[in-house]
């Protein structure tokens, strides 16, 4: 069954900005959503974003200064806002996320950006 939940895709115009969210079904507090990958038609799973339990981030060269990755821990809840978006960046954004052990995934939410 789908854990982790994606939110926040949609249309936008080139130089708009994004806000995508990633929860916990159920809230269910031991699987932790981690961070951002994003997959581009007929392109590979890239990742984008990502935040450790500590608060760590790190992203990728080409939407650093861009894109932030936040955490609200008490809705067990990562965000990532995304600015200056360009059309290039059109893909399915997926959540990812962990418990320890095992790695989860959303079933992504899809992102378009119009020239």
């Known amino acids: 069954q789908v854990q982790l939940v994606e939110s926040g895709g949609g249309l936008v115009q080139a130089g708009g900005s994004l806000r995508l969210s990633c929860a916990v079904s159920?809230?269910?507090?031991?699987?932790?959503?981690m961070g951002w990958y994003r997959q581009a038609p007929g392109k590979q799973r890239e990742a984008v974003a990502a935040?450790?339990?500590?608060?760590?981030?790190n992203y990728a060269d080409s939407v650093k200064g861009r894109f932030t990755i936040s955490r609200d821990s008490a809705k067990n809840t990562v965000y990532l806002q995304m600015n200056s978006l360009k059309p290039e960046e059109t893909a399915v954004y997926y959540c990812?996320?962990?418990?320890?052990?095992?790695?989860?995934w959303g079933q992504g939410t899809q992102v378009t950006v119009s020239s």
């Open positions: 990812y996320g962990e418990d320890g052990l095992n790695d989860y």
């Open positions: 159920g809230s269910i507090f031991s699987i932790k959503p």
């Open positions: 935040i450790t339990s500590g608060g760590v981030t």
